[in-house]
């Protein structure tokens, strides 16, 4: 989805991958180019075709996916085919490596993976970057105004059960794991949260919360905020800039409960016939002035230490959030691929939705 960034975070993080193929059809891209490389809209500079062919004399086709469902059920239905170079977040190429679709990556091809911070190298879901490169990193936490709310908002439960001056002027975003992560942090759960007991908890409490919000909102939340519409929403880190880009008095915090990790990453498909140009590409966005670009206009944080050293002091002030530490952003939870737990979140989800 189009947005200021030109990235939307998306859908929810449900993978219905035989409904997926199924709607994706014949998924492969048929092109002359070196490389086929998939991203979100904007998340990329414009011109990256261009600067790529003057420093490798390779060509390109970025093509562009809305969500992360909508690639993944293109990738299952062609076994990958047609793609070289893929951007998902981490829990979906946690899938895709479980479904053997990405290859391994080839750190002597690749020697920019030394600009990474010693954190981004031992994620998780991918510790050593065996199959993935992390391209940007954040949290979600709590974006608002300052000059409309009474209190500065510290904790989820500012949101779940909000002051009388604020009910029916917040906003929670919509996709399933957020959605859930704010009731399982604001329960002390974590955000991969498996027990259907807890998952039950988490649920009712969103449904009372239902009853104080403005909306749903993946999309727009930020613009509400400018407007004054809304004075307290559920937010990406990177979202709240934009609106702290139009009105400063718009500020983000991270409840004291905590936040989730979340990271996008770029795979390169096991059945990619260039896999060199693709491991070559992958350097080249791990040059220093080519990532910075990311947290110079996308604004959200980048996992290159080389890159985010470059940058203005005047971006950090502006955007305080932009200057967390690698130590401060991986002591919260990383979301990952929940496998059968996914059916017990999208169900309780389209319980609150539901819900009066």
């Known amino acids: 989805m189009r947005t200021k960034s030109g990235y939307a975070k998306t859908s929810a993080f449900a993978v219905k991958l035989l409904a997926a193929t ?52 293109k990738l299952m239905a062609s076994q990958g085919k047609g793609y070289d170079v893929v951007f998902v977040s981490s829990p979906f190429a946690e899938i895709l490596n479980h479904q053997g679709l990405v290859e391994p990556l080839d750190g002597a091809a690749i020697p920019n993976l030394a600009n990474l911070y010693p954190e981004a190298v031992n994620l998780a879901y991918d510790p050593g970057n065996v199959y993935s490169v992390p391209y940007t990193w954040g949290t979600t936490g709590l974006c608002y105004r300052s000059d409309l709310v009474k209190t500065a908002p510290d904790s989820w439960m500012n949101l779940l059960a909000p002051s009388d001056d604020i009910k029916g002027k917040t906003t929670m975003l919509a996709t399933d794991r957020w959605l859930m992560a704010a009731g399982e942090l604001a329960k002390g759960y974590s955000v991969n949260e498996a027990d259907p007991a807890k998952i039950a908890e988490v649920k009712d409490l969103l449904i009372q919360a239902k009853k104080t919000l403005l909306a749903y909102d993946d999309t727009t939340f930020y613009s509400k905020l400018v407007s004054g519409e809304a004075s307290l929403v559920h937010a990406w880190d990177g979202w709240c800039n934009y609106g702290i880009t139009e009105n400063k008095d718009i500020k983000f915090v991270v409840p004291k409960e905590g936040s989730d990790l979340w990271v996008d990453t770029i795979v390169v498909m096991k059945n990619s016939e260039k896999k060199d140009a693709a491991m070559k590409f992958i350097n080249f966005i791990l040059d220093a002035s080519n990532h910075a670009w990311a947290a110079e206009n996308i604004l959200y944080k980048v996992p290159n230490r080389a890159a985010m050293e470059s940058l203005d002091k005047a971006l950090i002030d502006q955007y305080p959030n932009m200057g967390m530490t690698p130590a401060e952003l991986t002591k919260y939870e990383l979301l990952r691929d929940l496998g059968a737990a996914q059916k017990d979140y999208s169900r309780a989800v389209s319980e609150i939705k539901a819900a009066n």
């Open 22 to 73: 199924m709607l994706a059809g014949s998924a492969g891209v048929v092109n002359a180019a070196d490389l086929v490389i998939s991203n979100w809209d904007g998340y990329m500079a414009k011109d990256i075709a261009e600067s790529f062919k003057a420093a490798t004399g390779l060509e390109i086709e970025v093509v562009n996916h809305a969500t992360n469902e909508e690639i993944m059920g």
